[in-house]
């Protein structure tokens, strides 16, 4: 009888022992998954404060008030005019708030308004028309070398 009990007592050892190495053997497992996860995660956290740094560095003020110097005469930039500002008020109305148009679509496919008609033939002959050659920009002059002043030469 002592040798079948110990026998069985083996037996769960055994068990219990499979049990626990399985379960340590997915703790790590997911112990190197959370450390991969966090090694992404500061990758990305990397790269999100790099691409801040080059935001500040292209938007600085001086950096671009050379390049509106240099490409003044392609872009012609002017300054906003304090007119060209509006307040919330003078903003044109929801898309909700919008009268709804007298002719539908069903009206549109059967040709009924004669205005659509017509928009419509005015469409099709600006499509016929050849369409327009597209500009090529002009070659540049020799390009000015920008000084950031952080080396003394």
Same mark, same amino acid.
Request: hydrophobic share 45%.
């Given at each position: 009888?002592?040798?079948?009990?110990?026998?069985?007592?083996?037996?769960?050892?055994?068990?219990?022992?499979?049990?626990?190495?399985?379960?340590?053997?997915?703790?790590?497992?997911?112990?190197?998954?959370?450390?991969?996860?966090?090694?992404?995660?500061?990758?990305?956290?990397?790269?999100?404060?790099?691409?801040?740094?080059?935001?500040?560095?292209?938007?600085?003020?001086?950096?671009?008030?050379?390049?509106?110097?240099?490409?003044?005469?392609?872009?012609?930039?002017?300054?906003?005019?304090?007119?060209?500002? $509006?307040?919330? !008020?003078?903003? +044109?109305? %929801? @898309?909700?708030?919008? /009268?709804?148009?007298?002719?539908?679509? *069903?009206? #549109?496919?059967?040709?009924?308004?004669?205005?659509?008609?017509?928009?419509?033939?005015?469409? $099709?002959?600006? !499509?016929?028309? +050849?369409? %327009? @050659?597209?500009?090529? /920009?002009?070659?540049?002059?020799?390009? *000015?070398? #920008?000084?950031?002043?952080?080396?003394?030469?």
């Amino acid at each position: 009888m002592l040798r079948s009990f110990d026998l069985v007592l083996i037996g769960v050892m055994t068990a219990a022992a499979v049990v626990t190495y399985s379960i340590k053997h997915r703790a790590d497992e997911k112990l190197s998954e959370v450390r991969r996860l966090e090694s992404e995660i500061k990758l990305e956290k990397d790269t999100i404060d790099l691409l801040k740094a080059d935001w500040a560095l292209l938007t600085q003020p001086n950096r671009l008030h050379r390049l509106i110097n240099v490409y003044n005469t392609e872009l012609a930039l002017a300054p906003t005019e304090t007119t060209q500002l $509006a307040m919330p !008020k003078e903003l +044109p109305m %929801p @898309k909700a708030r919008l /009268p709804q148009p007298e002719t539908t679509i *069903e009206d #549109i496919i059967a040709g009924k308004n004669s205005e659509v008609a017509a928009a419509l033939k005015g469409v $099709a002959a600006a !499509k016929a028309k +050849p369409a %327009p @050659k597209i500009p090529v /920009p002009l070659r540049r002059g020799p390009v *000015e070398v #920008i000084s950031t002043g952080s080396v003394k030469r």
